[in-house]
DNA sequence: TCATAGCCTGCACACGTGTGCAGAGCCAAT
DNA sequence: ATTGGCTCTGCACACGTGTGCAGGCTATGA
């Protein structure tokens, strides 16, 4: 029975510092109309009893949880583990704390509804896709949302993600220049708006330079799915010449699959180009050409757009584009 | 102005279906005392007012926020990232969510404080050295606190960790019997209790069989640190036979140094070993044997222990050890 | 000395829910 | 008819904080 001791709470901070609890709670709330000397002499009571004002509490009173959902898919996948660090840091800084739900890509309504019912002030989904059932349940709560790497055809919500089409489109100028005849696409999944745009940018250029996509597959985004997707392309007569893929995580798995499985020599027989520019993609082993989506910048232009559209300050629907760039390494 | 609709409260929905606001308490409550007939009318006038209750209410009238901090370093590891996957998912299946905060390794106090405030009802560290200080913090607040992949020294909180100890000294027997002579070791961070046992479990088998690690080279557990490593290491004459390696990443760096930059064959003149048994470890082109940590066996004992904790089943300090075992594959 | 203005402070209500307690209604047994 | 017991419901308070409003105190000027 030593540590029984309930949590203090302002009134006794009140009571220790001989003031009233407004003050308390005047204290801790920056410009507020409260005298330095009154101040300071309820922060020390406040340290006394190592005080910390209930968040929880604070969310009832003031309708305002200062908490940002965050609907996470994929997270194995590099490029949206850091995305999340990146985002998660930044609502941080800014004094908002993140409530995060792990999805298995389906089942979002439920999570999303339990992020409602904890009063976030804000949903932040990545890479899913949303329900459009849900979409109309989010306009109605008049919660903010933002998509990340995807965005709504029906433009209902808010969205930032790279610029994909145009990242497509910089591929096939690429491997056209090279002198590439032959180049294959390795698909990410079928549903998501990041891949479609960035098979329809290579496929539009292509077409303008008189060519087509010379073959397709899917690669569901996933190493596995893409080394085969890889070894079945590979196996065609006459062989593809190039092999754009969705991602990183693909095109390292062909890499790998070209030069062990069929004794390819890159870039000289095979040209190999992926899209994110991971850490992986660094590695010297692979020094893999791709597109940099500049993910800082991706995930701080998502938390300020969040952060204006909870204020108020932005009050319509935004589909922020961030610029892509190439890489130029060793594998075109 | 058609939207400006606030959320719908007990109250609301109290009225619409006839009854008081505690019985629509009572119908969201399982295993409460109401009638069936009266729960069916709640709750089909919760569905018209589409009517969710508000968990932060909730949280502040029970004293309980059903919410589990995380604190998570390194998660551009894939190791963390995949735990933090597990761990999140089953807390969700048990009726928690996460409450994340996303640390660069220190400022850990600043973010604990934050999860204090937001009333969790339990802190999960991964792989952060906590401060003392804020360990008896942590001690005095009550709230239930799990170190993962780490521990202290002086015992105050639980942990769950692997079997580092015996994880090393299973590495030892491997190289040994694989006829190793020279085996050197790369090292993690220095102050991670994980590392150091790892070491330390290499270095006793060694002993009981009548050797020494040859050389020891940080990696600080990345990868461009632990290429710079494995390039001092390999530089010795005479040259190490056998790297073992804290960590897949670590291993996968020095195999890519060994086989590129100094044309070795493995595992014909060196072994490289790791620990994790990451997916990249998987990988054919890598084909890394390693030490498995049963990754999804430590988040499910994790969330178990803290369950446990908070219900308070369990009062005294545990400390978990989870099993490893070797995955032999190609690389020694 | 008195009036006035200005700075602070405390009162009291609000936020939305859970729950102990007393009592209402009903049925069956005596 | 009376009593007892059982099932359910509503009242009212609690959780810990923010904040509008009125009023107290001090200083200044006349």
Redesign the pocket.
């Given at each position: 029975m030593k540590d029984t001791k309930?949590?203090?709470?302002?009134?006794?901070?009140?009571r220790l510092a001989?003031?009233?609890?407004?003050?308390?709670?005047?204290a801790?709330?920056p410009g507020?109309?409260?005298?330095?000397?009154?101040?300071e002499r309820v922060m020390a009571a406040a340290a006394m009893l190592d005080?910390?004002?209930?968040?929880?509490?604070?969310s009832?009173?003031?309708?305002s949880s200062r908490l940002v959902g965050i609907i996470a898919t994929d997270l194995e996948n590099p490029f949206y583990s850091q995305l999340l660090v990146h985002m998660s840091t930044e609502l941080q800084a800014n004094g908002y704390a993140v409530l995060l739900m792990v999805s298995r890509s389906s089942h979002i309504d439920d999570y999303l509804s339990k992020l409602l019912q904890y009063q976030v002030d804000g949903v932040i989904v990545t890479a899913a896709t949303l329900s459009s059932s849900m979409a109309v349940a989010l306009q109605r709560s008049g919660r903010p949302v933002v998509l990340v790497n995807n965005y709504l055809r029906d433009g209902g919500v808010s969205s930032v993600s790279s610029d994909n089409y145009r990242g497509g489109r910089m591929v096939a100028d690429l491997l056209v220049e090279a002198g590439r005849k032959r180049i294959a696409f390795i698909s990410g999944e079928a549903n998501t708006s990041s891949g479609r745009d960035r098979g329809l940018g290579l496929k539009d250029r292509l077409a303008e330079l008189g060519m087509t996509i010379y073959a397709q597959e899917s690669g569901e985004y996933r190493h596995a799915e893409a080394a085969e997707a890889a070894r079945r392309l590979l196996s065609l007569s006459p062989r593809p010449d190039a092999l754009f893929c969705a991602n990183d995580v693909m095109a390292i798995a062909a890499l790998m699959v070209a030069r062990s499985e069929f004794g390819l020599r890159v870039p000289e027989d095979l040209s190999v180009v992926g899209f994110d520019d991971s850490d992986e993609a660094t590695r010297q082993t692979f020094g893999l050409t791709t597109v940099d989506q500049h993910l800082d910048d991706m995930a701080s232009k998502t938390v300020s757009l969040m952060l204006a559209t909870i204020s108020g300050d932005e009050k319509s629907v935004q589909h922020v584009v961030v610029p892509v760039s190439l890489v130029y390494r060793a594998t075109h």
């Amino acid at each position: 029975m030593k540590d029984t001791k309930k949590r203090a709470g302002s009134h006794d901070v009140a009571r220790l510092a001989g003031v009233s609890r407004s003050a308390v709670s005047r204290a801790f709330t920056p410009g507020a109309y409260i005298a330095d000397e009154t101040r300071e002499r309820v922060m020390a009571a406040a340290a006394m009893l190592d005080y910390q004002p209930n968040a929880i509490a604070r969310s009832l009173s003031k309708n305002s949880s200062r908490l940002v959902g965050i609907i996470a898919t994929d997270l194995e996948n590099p490029f949206y583990s850091q995305l999340l660090v990146h985002m998660s840091t930044e609502l941080q800084a800014n004094g908002y704390a993140v409530l995060l739900m792990v999805s298995r890509s389906s089942h979002i309504d439920d999570y999303l509804s339990k992020l409602l019912q904890y009063q976030v002030d804000g949903v932040i989904v990545t890479a899913a896709t949303l329900s459009s059932s849900m979409a109309v349940a989010l306009q109605r709560s008049g919660r903010p949302v933002v998509l990340v790497n995807n965005y709504l055809r029906d433009g209902g919500v808010s969205s930032v993600s790279s610029d994909n089409y145009r990242g497509g489109r910089m591929v096939a100028d690429l491997l056209v220049e090279a002198g590439r005849k032959r180049i294959a696409f390795i698909s990410g999944e079928a549903n998501t708006s990041s891949g479609r745009d960035r098979g329809l940018g290579l496929k539009d250029r292509l077409a303008e330079l008189g060519m087509t996509i010379y073959a397709q597959e899917s690669g569901e985004y996933r190493h596995a799915e893409a080394a085969e997707a890889a070894r079945r392309l590979l196996s065609l007569s006459p062989r593809p010449d190039a092999l754009f893929c969705a991602n990183d995580v693909m095109a390292i798995a062909a890499l790998m699959v070209a030069r062990s499985e069929f004794g390819l020599r890159v870039p000289e027989d095979l040209s190999v180009v992926g899209f994110d520019d991971s850490d992986e993609a660094t590695r010297q082993t692979f020094g893999l050409t791709t597109v940099d989506q500049h993910l800082d910048d991706m995930a701080s232009k998502t938390v300020s757009l969040m952060l204006a559209t909870i204020s108020g300050d932005e009050k319509s629907v935004q589909h922020v584009v961030v610029p892509v760039s190439l890489v130029y390494r060793a594998t075109h």
